[in-house]
């Protein structure tokens, strides 16, 4: 056996491999293959599903109810990623551009939030943000600054807010490794053939970043576009995305083949959204 | 002021928190010069260098391009072009697009960079490759592509920085002649750093040599190698024996007393010696010559200088062969002699040697 494994390299290889792609067939893709299944089943009375094929489901997800909770989540998860790339942007800058030594400790910094719990930190948002008794709108209160409550709670603007807070590392890493690779000596060549700093950095910076930005935009977008836990406890209720939706589908209304189907769709929306987005963003990278 | 001048510098320091890494420089630059910056590395010539193009402002002293100070002015403002030591290709453009980068900047016409791209593609022989990715392209050609995106420009002075240091030896001669024929024909201004000196002695119509942030001497190549100015210069450019000397004459004639006690003249001292120091008299191997004991003349010339010695090791390098000789007070030298005549009976090692030289050839340095 090993002198057979010595003479035949290869076979090294798939043994190696062998122990994740069986990870990755039973444990990823089994569960898509369900949720596909169970997207065109009838619903069982307590929960499960009823082996009768039906395309109700489907059609139940373009009923304008929930259809608009769709076109309102793209909306969000597109403003939460533009958001965090405008803020995101910068900082990476910043931090490629700080001294070697302070790099470090700098990406460290941003990491610190992940420590704790996302739930515990978007419930630290609520206490900041609620409307009557939220610490902002108490002390602009008490200052005498605003005589009502701004709205910042309950709405897309509370979502919107509690995801770009979430995500933001993730925006940022991509870009400051792009940014950190990227060759100072460029950047002097275009000055030195007679670049302004704002035509160098649009000549230059930023098309050799973009990957950076590609990968931190999905990376932001894709779990934007399905967040339930932020628009849960920001949104107060009132203010939902598809997310909730299908968690409710499963947790709450025992209807397992249309919360499949909303997945479904909305994997597919992603998928096409993604798409355009590399197709757009590749030409834009061969135009400069 | 003299606007004859394509760069000056006028005393010219840059400092970097503590250090001092160009210190007091001051350079006359003629136009239509191949100038080099010649020093090891540490030396201040590239920071010097970036002065010249902007990227780096001196801490004091001026700069002048064609009569003009250029004072804090950005590189983008300058009248100069950089070929960069790593070429600074950018990546993400076709090799077209990167010699247009520059004209585009200053928005020449399309249709004129388009012509002005084809003729700096011609010019280093690299018609048709425009629309390749500087990737594709070999460190050769990607060094050429450097250099027509930087001269496209027609600067009126170009700044190398070590251009040929990622070349293999071979491509890197070829290059040399290749740089310095398309500087004569194009007929502007090279400033051309390196640490190669048969590099800059092979090019150059005139070296600054440089180390520890200070210029040592400016001169063409053949004084640089013949009449160096002091030790670090002698001892940097080419190879040179040392002989301890003590100074024991500098007027009529230098005179100048091996530690043996023997007395030997030289044709030159440093300024700032006086009779007492200590010194070294500096001359090259190829300069010298061996007699046997017998040959040594009955009325020596005054002009001569002839050394007792031993020859101890011999070194066959093809053209020539290395004799090291070690003299009466223990000083090593070595003397270089040309494998000319065939026949010849060759020295051999333990042998009892004279070693002679024009005095002319000694110059007597600080130590």
Not at chain 1, 86 to 115: C, E, T
Request: proline content about 5%; aromatic content about 10%; charged content about 20%.
């Amino acid at each position: 056996m090993t002198e057979r494994l010595r003479r035949h390299p290869e076979l090294q290889a798939w043994l190696i491999l062998a122990i994740p792609v069986i990870f990755l067939l039973i444990f990823f893709m089994a569960p898509l293959v369900i949720v596909f299944v169970y997207s065109f089943l009838e619903r069982g009375k307590y929960g499960g599903v009823e082996w009768v094929f039906t395309l109700d489901n489907i059609r139940r997800v373009f009923d304008p109810l929930y259809f608009k909770t769709f076109v309102r989540s793209f909306y969000i998860a597109i403003v939460t990623t533009l958001v965090t790339l405008i803020l995101g942007y910068p900082l990476a800058y910043f931090i490629a551009k700080s001294p070697p030594s302070r790099r470090n400790a700098l990406v460290f910094a941003l990491m610190i939030p992940f420590w704790t719990n996302f739930l515990i930190r978007t419930y630290a948002w609520l206490t900041l943000l609620r409307t009557h008794t939220g610490l902002i709108n108490v002390t602009l209160m008490n200052w005498g600054i605003i005589d009502k409550p701004l709205p910042l709670y309950g709405n897309d603007f509370a979502i919107i807010l509690g995801l770009v807070y979430g995500w933001l590392p993730v925006m940022v890493l991509p870009i400051y490794a792009a940014l950190e690779r990227l060759d100072e000596s460029l950047l002097e060549a275009a000055r030195d053939l007679y670049a302004s700093s704002a035509k160098a950095f649009r000549r230059v910076t930023w098309p050799l970043s973009l990957p950076g930005v590609v990968a931190g935009s999905m990376l932001v977008f894709i779990p934007s576009l399905g967040a339930f836990v932020t628009p849960a406890i920001l949104g107060g209720g009132k203010s939902l995305m598809i997310g909730n939706i299908i968690s409710n589908q499963f947790l709450g209304a025992h209807d397992w083949p249309f919360g499949s189907a909303l997945s479904m769709v909305m994997m597919i929306a992603m998928l096409i959204a993604t798409l355009i987005y590399f197709r757009w963003t590749k030409k834009s990278e061969d135009v400069t | 002021m003299n606007d004859a001048y394509a760069v000056e510098l006028r005393d010219v320091v840059k400092q970097f928190g503590d250090v001092i890494a160009v210190n007091h420089v001051s350079l006359q630059i003629k136009d239509g010069e191949f100038f080099s910056l010649l020093g090891p590395s540490g030396c201040g010539k590239t920071t010097t260098l970036r002065m010249i193009a902007g990227f780096e402002m001196p801490t004091s002293g001026a700069i002048f391009i064609h009569g003009e100070q250029q004072g804090y002015r950005p590189p983008n403002k300058r009248p100069v072009n950089t070929v960069f030591q790593n070429y600074a290709l950018f990546p993400h453009m076709t090799v077209a697009e990167n010699i247009a980068f520059g004209m585009e900047m200053r928005q020449v016409p399309k249709d004129e960079i388009q012509r002005r791209v084809d003729e700096a593609l011609a010019m280093v022989r690299l018609a048709g490759m425009g629309n390749r990715k500087p990737k594709q392209l070999s460190g050769g050609q990607q060094q050429r592509i450097a250099l027509a995106r930087a001269l496209v420009n027609r600067p009126e002075v170009l700044l190398l920085d070590e251009p040929l240091g990622a070349l293999d030896l071979k491509l890197r001669k070829a290059m040399q002649i290749e740089l310095k024929a398309l500087q004569e024909e194009v007929g502007i201004t090279f400033i051309y750093v390196t640490h190669d000196q048969e590099e800059a002695l092979t090019m150059s119509d005139r070296i600054a040599v440089m180390n520890n942030g200070v210029v040592h001497q400016v001169g063409d190549p053949e004084s640089i190698y013949e009449h160096p100015a002091d030790r670090f210069v002698a001892d940097f450019i080419g190879e040179t024996n040392f002989i301890p000397v003590r100074v024991v004459s500098l007027s009529p004639e230098i005179v100048v007393a091996l530690d043996t006690g023997q007395q030997v003249v030289a044709g030159w001292a440093e300024e700032g010696l006086s009779v007492g120091d200590k010194a070294v008299l500096s001359i090259r191997p190829e300069k010298m010559d061996l007699l046997e004991p017998k040959e040594m003349p009955k009325s020596p010339s005054q002009q001569m200088a002839y050394v007792k010695g031993k020859v101890t090791h011999l070194v066959y390098v093809g053209a020539d062969t290395r004799h090291t000789v070690v003299l009466g007070d223990g000083s090593e030298i070595v003397v270089r002699l040309q494998n000319s005549y065939i026949g010849e009976e060759p020295w051999e090692i333990g042998e009892e040697t004279i070693v002679t030289w024009n005095a002319a050839h000694a110059r007597i340095l600080k130590e």
